[in-house]
């Protein structure tokens, strides 16, 4: 692969070179640095590629594969990293930076939207609990003719169950190993989130536990 590497913050100069792991390049090069080395960008490229970019940035070239920042050859670089690739959940093509913070991007790429939605889940997944336990506070539904009141319920009368739950996570893995169905999970999904008063969240897109 071809590589980018900036020394020193925004103008230091840029190494243009070629290695099959650039991340080990890197820490290889920095154990020879006493500015920081920073990965700007990688690209797909052979010896060839490789005195292709070195011709064509030859006029800033100021020693063997270190070149002078000089803003065409920022902007390229920038150009090089932001990438396109269709979106690991909704299928959508996306844009997306295939180095950030030295390491490079190596699993699917999510959209805008779906990023928010995945952090939400985050969120919600770990949140922990108010100081009323969730079973505590479940009961106020028993009386409902709902989802939320068979769930209410079914917890009630169940009584192999824990004295309460910490997160999502757990109350999911729970139901899983009792054999619940998805839209068992779904209403305690939805429960968690009224529970810690998480307000503005999209479950739709959200998947449910596995067993």
């Given at each position: 692969?071809?590589?980018?590497?900036?020394?020193?913050?925004?103008?230091?100069?840029?190494?243009?070179?070629?290695?099959?792991?650039?991340?080990?390049?890197?820490?290889?090069?920095?154990?020879?640095?006493?500015?920081?080395?920073?990965?700007?960008?990688?690209?797909?490229?052979?010896?060839?590629?490789?005195?292709?970019?070195?011709?064509?940035?030859?006029?800033?070239?100021?020693?063997?594969?270190?070149?002078?920042p000089?803003?065409?050859?920022?902007?390229?670089?920038?150009?090089?990293?932001?990438?396109?690739?269709?979106?690991?959940?909704?299928?959508?093509?996306?844009?997306?930076?295939?180095?950030?913070?030295?390491?490079?991007?190596?699993?699917?790429?999510?959209?805008?939207?779906?990023?928010?939605?995945?952090?939400?889940?985050?969120?919600?997944?770990?949140?922990?609990?108010?100081?009323?336990?969730?079973?505590?506070?479940?009961?106020?539904?028993?009386?409902?003719?709902?989802?939320?009141?068979?769930?209410?319920?079914?917890?009630?009368?169940?009584?192999?169950?824990?004295?309460?739950?910490?997160?999502l996570?757990?109350?999911?893995?729970?139901?899983?190993?009792?054999?619940?169905?998805?839209?068992?999970?779904?209403?305690?999904?939805?429960?968690?989130?009224?529970?810690?008063?998480?307000?503005?969240?999209?479950?739709?897109?959200l998947?449910?536990?596995?067993?």
């Amino acid at each position: 692969m071809i590589y980018f590497i900036r020394e020193g913050g925004l103008d230091g100069m840029i190494k243009i070179g070629m290695a099959a792991d650039p991340i080990r390049r890197l820490a290889s090069l920095q154990t020879a640095h006493h500015k920081r080395l920073e990965l700007l960008a990688v690209a797909d490229g052979s010896r060839e590629r490789e005195h292709e970019e070195h011709q064509r940035w030859g006029l800033l070239r100021v020693k063997g594969e270190w070149f002078r920042p000089d803003e065409e050859l920022v902007k390229y670089v920038a150009n090089l990293n932001w990438v396109s690739g269709d979106c690991g959940d909704c299928g959508e093509e996306t844009m997306y930076h295939l180095v950030t913070d030295n390491e490079v991007f190596s699993h699917e790429p999510l959209c805008e939207k779906c990023e928010e939605a995945e952090a939400r889940r985050v969120e919600l997944h770990t949140a922990k609990r108010p100081k009323t336990r969730f079973l505590v506070w479940l009961k106020q539904f028993k009386e409902e003719d709902s989802p939320m009141g068979d769930l209410a319920r079914d917890m009630a009368d169940d009584r192999n169950k824990p004295r309460s739950f910490n997160t999502l996570g757990s109350l999911e893995k729970y139901l899983t190993n009792l054999g619940a169905c998805d839209e068992a999970l779904q209403t305690a999904e939805e429960a968690w989130h009224e529970y810690v008063g998480i307000t503005e969240y999209d479950t739709a897109r959200l998947p449910l536990a596995s067993p």
